[in-house]
């Protein structure tokens, strides 16, 4: 049996607290297929507000950390991360081969050291909050597109799980990635949501065909008078 579409969504809840964004969680559940806790939140709350949210959810985690150090202190952060058990994890795929296999031996090592099942380390490409227009002045070679598909290989090759790019560039990494890299894909915009700060987007349905595996949704969704209710139109999008 496959799963269906909305399995794939990954709802950010990008707050500071944690009875938000168990709150959150329940509006949308049934709608979304894991949650996914990031910068804000962490910053906030630490591992303990992260165990707060998903204890009892039985929704996979989404750990959007965007780890960037020297190899040793990115590794050391992975195996701080691993006792929350999520099921995915970032760093920036800018950090280089060195650090990414040092944050993809960490994950394999220390899951298997404490009997969890496997966290996937996924290497962030261009943020979706930049364009062409950015590329010269964060010191990186556009386009856009062959810069993420550089840093993708990259990653691929020094042995993550995967990565995050926008809905613009799925569909040549997956013909030059194959099936099984992940593809986890924010800049989520169904066509009656603002843009906000995000740059290359689609709605959800063009990323899924495009051949996204899991899609990131925050303020669509979070930010909507009625959260349960955007998360349903977003569901039902989804559904062919
Ligand atoms: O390139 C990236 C990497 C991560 N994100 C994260 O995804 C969500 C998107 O939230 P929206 O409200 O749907 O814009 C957010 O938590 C980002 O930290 C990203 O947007 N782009």
Redesign the pocket.
Known sequence: MTAPPTDRIFV?L?MTDVAGARAMAGKVAGMVGGV?L?LEFFVAQGPAGIRAVVDGLDLPLFL?LKLHDIPNTVAGAVRSAAPLAPSFLTVHAAGGPAMLRAAADAAREEAERLGLPRMRILA?TV???LGEEDMEATGQQGPVAAQVERLARMARDAGVDGI?CSPAEVAALRAALGPDFILMV???RPAWAAA?D?KRIMTPAQAVAAGADHL?????ITADADPGAAARRIAEELTP
């Open positions: 950010a990008d996914k990031g959007d962030v943020l979706t909050s995050v924010p800049g989520i906000n995000q990131v949704i925050g303020r669509p």
